[in-house]
């Protein structure tokens, strides 16, 4: 079924484009079938960034539920090779990005964005490396003087209590599962993936489909119906 995939993506992204369509989603994909199948783009947010031209840099991935919106400025690579694909520029575009996307799109007039440090502790001023202080502080410092609301980085490890929760809008992380396991392991099925600047708005489930669920009728439509949910209330 991957060729039918791809294609079902490559028309919605079009008809956004012509504004036949509002907005688009998707159901559950599963990246491995895809790329079996010659697809070449690390994820489905790169997809859509290579059929439709971006503002502010590369498409950026926002998971969202009621309670909680992140960011990773760095996706879909080992972890590994994180800290070399850190740049002030990156974290300064999406955090553009992620703010005209809170004032724009949930009526956030002055959106707080929190943002994560790199190395534990966010860097325990340079004890356990200098990325917190050489990369992310001046990108944050840029942003402020932009007039965005940021501040960081942050330790990770206190960030997404309830009461933390209480103090930001949403959180930018350095790497892929610093932010998504915490909003997957609190929220489960009830948060969604919205990809920032593009041209028209994409929101799809924030997981993958499960084939060994195939038959059983035991799989959760929570993400799905939420996805349907924001887009019918989304300014």
């Known amino acids: 079924?991957?060729?039918?995939?791809?294609?079902?993506?490559?028309?919605?992204?079009?008809?956004?484009?012509?504004?036949?369509?509002?907005?688009?989603?998707?159901?559950?994909?599963?990246?491995?079938?895809?790329?079996?199948?010659?697809?070449?783009?690390?994820?489905?947010?790169?997809?859509?960034?290579?059929?439709?031209?971006?503002?502010?840099?590369?498409?950026?991935?926002?998971?969202?539920?009621?309670?909680?919106?992140?960011?990773?400025?760095?996706?879909?690579?080992p972890l590994r090779d994180v800290p070399a694909a850190l740049k002030p520029t990156d974290i300064i575009a999406k955090g553009r990005l992620l703010a005209a996307a809170l004032r724009d799109h949930f009526g956030i007039s002055d959106p707080r964005i929190?943002?994560?440090?790199?190395?534990?502790?966010?860097?325990?001023?340079?004890?356990?490396?200098?990325e917190d202080e050489r990369i992310i502080a001046p990108a944050v410092?840029?942003?402020?003087?932009?007039g965005i609301t940021a501040f960081g980085p942050l330790s990770a490890d206190t960030l997404f209590h309830a009461e933390a929760r209480k103090t930001y809008d949403a959180v930018m992380g350095m790497y892929h599962d610093q932010v998504l396991a915490p909003i997957k392991t609190i929220f489960e099925f009830k948060a969604v993936n919205i990809t920032l600047g593009l041209p028209f708005l994409k929101i799809t489930p924030d997981?993958?489909?499960?084939?060994?669920?195939?038959?059983?009728?035991?799989?959760?439509?929570?993400?799905?119906?939420?996805?349907?949910?924001?887009?019918?209330?989304?300014?």
């Open 141 to 146: 410092r840029t942003m402020q003087n932009d």
């Open 1 to 77: 079924n991957a060729p039918i995939i791809i294609d079902a993506i490559r028309r919605a992204a079009r008809l956004a484009q012509e504004r036949r369509v509002s907005a688009i989603t998707t159901n559950p994909i599963h990246k491995a079938v895809l790329i079996e199948a010659g697809f070449s783009h690390p994820g489905h947010t790169e997809f859509l960034g290579g059929l439709a031209p971006s503002r502010d840099g590369a498409p950026t991935m926002m998971l969202a539920c009621d309670a909680l919106r992140v960011v990773p400025v760095t996706v879909h690579i």
């Open 207 to 235: 997981h993958g489909p499960n084939y060994k669920m195939i038959g059983k009728n035991q799989s959760d439509p929570s993400s799905i119906f939420y996805a349907f949910e924001i887009l019918n209330n989304i300014k």
């Open 114 to 130: 929190a943002v994560c440090g790199l190395n534990p502790h966010a860097g325990e001023t340079g004890q356990f490396g200098d």
